[in-house]
């Protein structure tokens, strides 16, 4: 677009006959051929002002399904005119349907993204934020920003001075089975009191604390062989690890560290703190079986 006003400015100028400055000033050129200076300034101003490009943030909805892996385009467009597609809600039929990467779409009442699927596994250190805000520091984001081009988020929570594994996914099904408080994947975390945990506290755990009128469970509770009793593993479903802190202070203990050391069946072997790995296949599937 930018170019069109100045091209047809040239057409129009097409058969003038045109003079350098030295035999502008040495021709006496008629009255009628003299350049109009506010004409001249007009064309300059239309030459050089900027035009605007927008970049469009839409996708056409059949090619957005194929990117998903559910089907072809052309097998989309019979998805999407047999009402079998919903955007944000509602029913879309409609050929060359847009729609953006945030919109809600779904696929015979599946959620679906372009993008392919990502599982990245962390180690965290501590110091940095469970969170995908930038104005909250130094964040798990900032560790695993090469990892992939998927927009991953975390699943659950370890808090800023917490560490160990953390999963990251853009994988909605997955998301949903670890925020089921009854069927979520089992987190496995050692923890270190500020002082020795007596047998009959430790029983309490196991057994459930009712704290505020809610019961508080835990999927196991127990001393680590050969370490002192304030140190000990404690499994839990909850996808944040805030429930460890609730326990222990109803207790009246301090909890001093945390470090998830197993999610599921997956270790921190091969992963250095810091750092970060795609899942295998063999993992992801025992992952999404895990019980």
Request: with cysteine; glycine share 6%.
């Amino acid at each position: 677009m930018q170019n069109l006003d100045y091209m047809s400015n040239e057409r129009k100028n097409t058969g003038k006959r045109k003079y350098s400055n030295d035999a502008y000033k040495k021709t006496s050129a008629p009255k009628s051929r003299a350049p109009k200076p506010k004409a001249s300034a007009k064309k300059a101003e239309t030459k050089s002002a900027p035009v605007k490009k927008t970049v469009s943030t839409e996708i056409r909805l059949n090619k957005y399904i194929a990117n998903s892996g559910m089907c072809s385009r052309r097998e989309a467009d019979m998805h999407i005119s047999i009402g079998s597609v919903t955007v944000n809600g509602k029913v879309v039929s409609e050929m060359g349907y847009k729609v953006k990467i945030d919109d809600d779409v779904r696929f015979d009442g599946a959620r679906i993204s372009p993008e392919r699927k990502a599982y990245v596994l962390l180690n965290k250190p501590k110091g940095f934020a469970t969170t995908t805000s930038d104005s909250k520091g130094r964040t798990v984001m900032d560790l695993v920003a090469n990892s992939t081009s998927s927009r991953i988020k975390p699943i659950g929570r370890l808090g800023r001075n917490s560490t160990g594994l953390l999963l990251f996914t853009n994988d909605d099904d997955l998301t949903k089975k670890f925020t089921n408080s009854k069927t979520g994947v089992k987190r496995l975390f050692q923890v270190e009191l500020d002082k020795n945990l007596k047998q009959e506290d430790l029983k309490k755990i196991q057994e459930g604390i009712t704290i505020e009128g809610k019961k508080v469970t835990v999927v196991e509770a127990s001393y680590i062989t050969n370490k002192p009793k304030k140190e000990l593993g404690i499994a839990i479903l909850n996808t944040g690890n805030g429930v460890l802190r609730t326990i222990f202070e109803h207790l009246g203990y301090d909890l001093l560290k945390v470090d998830c050391v197993m999610i599921g069946d997956l270790t921190k072997k091969d992963i250095p703190r810091g750092h970060w790995k795609h899942l295998t296949e063999q993992e992801l599937i025992n992952l999404k079986h895990f019980k």
